[in-house]
């Protein structure tokens, strides 16, 4: 709001005018009517006010959405300058005395489609760092090992009993002329007294002749945390919320004809 104040003690309020601009150029003509004209011989004076960008005009992102028409081709992250607020990154660390062990999630991966709309391309995972200690409250991060948690993967941490074990294995040349040269295995099994978990990454590099193997005891109060952290993350991972914000109220019911993967034989409408 613009206040004027004029000798005839009276204040003009001007909203904000209606042709300002984002340049401070823009000049806009108001016309004062004095206090002091009789009936007639009105007095006019005429005043510039000079325009400038108004506090009230504020700079909104908005959250990615499929139906942005600025997203890149390739992944949700691929967007022009200024569409989608800074990039956060986000992580859980547990630290032991011979370890410490992080949790990060990867975003999913989109492509565009001739239609305009958006496709995953990739899901999201959740990445392990694994670091051995190097002494006290110090740990050698030049040592560290990776593991990439798919979601069903994750599912299956989620529905870990106390006193259940898994095991995963990774190639990751897997159908490349280096494939079985490295070779990773996470085993997550109970700890003796039931109060948690045993991680344990075993890497086998062939490449670089390494052999490396970082375990770390993970608490029930621990486990829960990452479990908790897991069930939140995974529709994120799988890119249902992508899909959950492209809905409109005006989407019809049969919209997923057009996708030759569900046809038009929907259970509910049988």
């Known amino acids: 709001m613009l206040q004027l104040q004029f000798s005839s003690s009276q204040t003009l309020n001007l909203k904000l005018c209606p042709c300002n601009s984002l340049s401070n150029s823009k000049h806009c003509t108001f016309t004062y009517i004095s206090s002091t004209a009789n009936f007639f011989n009105i007095k006019k004076n005429k005043l510039s006010v000079k325009c400038r960008q108004s506090e009230y005009y504020e700079q909104k992102s908005f959250p990615f959405s499929p139906n942005d028409s600025t997203v890149g081709s390739q992944s949700s992250t691929e967007v022009s300058v200024g569409t989608l607020p800074p990039k956060v990154y986000v992580g859980h660390s547990i630290y032991k005395g011979k370890a410490v062990l992080t949790v990060e999630p990867r975003a999913p991966e989109f492509v565009s489609l001739d239609s305009g709309a958006f496709k995953l391309s990739k899901e999201g995972f959740v990445l392990l760092q694994f670091a051995p200690a190097a002494s006290l409250r110090q740990y050698d991060w030049s040592r560290k090992q990776v593991f990439s948690l798919s ?50 990454l075993s890497v086998q590099n062939k490449l670089i002749n390494l052999n490396e193997s970082i375990y770390i005891p993970i608490t029930r109060a621990e486990y829960t945390v990452l479990v908790s952290a897991f069930n939140y993350i995974l529709p994120y991972l799988l890119g249902w919320h992508a899909y959950a914000n492209s809905i409109k109220p005006d989407d019809t019911s049969h919209a997923n004809n057009t996708n030759p993967r569900y046809g038009g034989d929907h259970e509910w409408n049988r």
Not at 178 to 194: N, T
């Open 151 to 200: 979601v069903t993967e994750i599912g299956t941490l989620v529905g870990l009993g106390a006193r259940e074990s898994c095991e995963f294995f990774h190639d990751p040349f897997k159908g490349r002329s280096e494939e079985g040269k490295v070779r990773k295995v996470l085993k997550v099994e109970p700890l003796p007294d039931g109060s948690g978990h045993f991680f344990n």
